[in-house]
């Protein structure tokens, strides 16, 4: 997008919470603590919340494609349900 359409700030905000999603989960692999990793997790789905959000604006503003759009927000709803389902269970265990 940053060649192609010359757009910066909302890809790169994708960027940034889209990686940030991984750093998480892989931080809260290596927890010291089930506080730890619900934390962590918590986190993770945060970002891929955030990653909808700019999935969102980048298809309102026609940066993205219908068909790109469609494909990454649900690929983005389906993590964030994933994520969902770690930290509601996480909390009932703890």
Known sequence: MCQSKKEFVLSKQLLRSGTSIGANIREA?????????????????????????????????????????????????ELRKMLSSIVKSTKEKI
Request: include cysteine; charged fraction near 30%.
């Open 29 to 77: 692999q290596e927890a010291q603590s089930k506080k730890d990793f619900l934390s962590k997790m918590g986190i993770a789905l945060k970002e891929a919340s955030e990653t909808c959000y700019w999935l969102e604006l980048l298809m309102v503003t026609d940066y993205l494609t219908s068909d790109e759009g469609k494909s990454l927000y649900s690929d983005s709803v």
